[in-house]
């Protein structure tokens, strides 16, 4: 297995702007901090393509600007229409940021509730 973990610039950057987007593996993957954490979620929309950075986040959910699907920041789940948005493991060392395009299994599938 080799490491795939690409750097996604640094924490203090991502803290200062909320949001920031870097490519790994030929994905867009959009990192949000929210809440003294960092999450990572597709940023092509699953529905018709639009992009999650461009969106607002509001009460723990990134709505995309197309058609206002609230994603979980977290879990990368959508309530209302029961989907999941792919999302991805990230990991912060000496003050960065780094991604996979590697998707989540764990929490991005439907927890109990
Ligand atoms: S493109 Fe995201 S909700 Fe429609």
């Not at 709505?63 to 920041?73: E, I, R, S």
């Not at 879990?75 to 990230?90: A, K, S, W």
Request: net charge neutral; aromatic share 8%; glycine share 8%.
């Amino acid at each position: 297995v080799t490491e795939d973990w690409v750097e996604a610039g640094t924490v203090a950057d991502l803290q200062r702007r909320k949001r920031s987007v870097v490519e790994a593996d030929g994905r867009q993957i959009a990192l949000f901090w929210h809440d003294g954490e960092v999450h990572a979620l597709d940023n092509v929309c699953i529905h018709k393509q639009r992009e999650l950075v461009k969106g607002v986040v509001l009460n723990g959910r990134i709505v995309c600007p197309g058609h206002q699907w609230a994603y979980d920041l977290k879990t990368g789940y959508e309530q209302t229409m029961d989907r999941y948005q792919p999302c991805f493991p990230v990991k912060v060392e000496d003050g960065k940021v780094y991604v996979t395009a590697r998707e989540r299994t764990d929490a991005c599938r439907p927890s109990s509730t």
